[in-house]
């Protein structure tokens, strides 16, 4: 079922260059995400859990070398191929080429250096019975399933051992701190929060 989506494949569940998702990445400099990464500017991001790359692209369009790992094989295969469709669609290869894109297992990938900024966006169950879920979410949903709380101590252990500056959490506005570890501060928006923990703790 996976093979469905290869690299070339025309018609797909997912774009970059589709609504709102379009208009955040052109004025991609506002978002809290890239403020937040602010003490790293232009320098190396590694997203450990890629997703659909949207948060990845956004930070490699604002100048990050960014670094997505995902070990679901359909959603990295959805992803790579919005991202072949973006780069031929709006020409920005510069954005494209700024992002490594890899299929692995976050907490067994074994960086071979130091990251300025890791983040992390770990799938989380209350966003199932949001009333405004998006279609993003229900395609992640579909295919993905939420994180035990031991392989979220895990992702969080090995983003703070590789972090040279600090690691982002992103989280629901009320969610409860990732492995119960609190950060060092919290940026709150309207839905959603970042913890930050800066490194060395
Ligand atoms: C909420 S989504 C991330 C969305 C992403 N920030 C975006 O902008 O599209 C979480 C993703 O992390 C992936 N994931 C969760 N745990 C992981 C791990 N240990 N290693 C690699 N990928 C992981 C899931 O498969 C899922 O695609």
Redesign the pocket.
């Known amino acids: 079922m996976f093979s469905i989506y290869n690299a070339r494949m025309t018609s797909s569940p997912f774009s970059f260059t589709d609504g709102a998702y379009w208009q955040r990445l052109k004025k991609g400099q506002h978002e809290r995400l890239v403020k937040l990464c602010k003490p790293a500017r232009h320098s190396a991001v590694l ?10 692209l956004i930070l490699a369009r604002c100048g990050y070398q960014v670094t997505a ?4 094989e359909a ?1 990295y295969k959805i ?1 790579q191929n919005a991202l072949a469709r973006f780069t031929e669609e709006t020409g920005f290869q510069d954005t494209s080429a700024r992002i490594q894109h890899l299929l ?4 067994e ?1 074994m960086a071979d250096r130091h990251y300025d900024v890791v983040y992390l ?4 169950p209350e ?1 199932e019975k949001s009333a405004a879920v998006t279609k ?2 229900q395609l ?1 949903q579909r ?2 399933r939420p ?1 035990e709380a031991s ?1 979220e101590q ?2 969080l252990k090995q983003a703070l051992a590789i972090a040279s500056k600090r690691v982002i959490v ?1 989280r629901p506005l009320h969610a409860p701190f990732l492995a119960e570890q609190k950060p060092s501060f919290s940026d709150k928006g309207k839905a959603i929060r970042y913890d930050i923990y800066l490194t060395p703790a």
């Open positions: 997203d450990m859990t890629a997703g659909l790359l949207q948060d990845s790992l995902e070990h679901n959603l992803a692995t297992e976050a907490t990938w966006d770990p799938m989380f966003r993003e979410a992640l295919h993905e994180a392989e895990l992702l992103k």
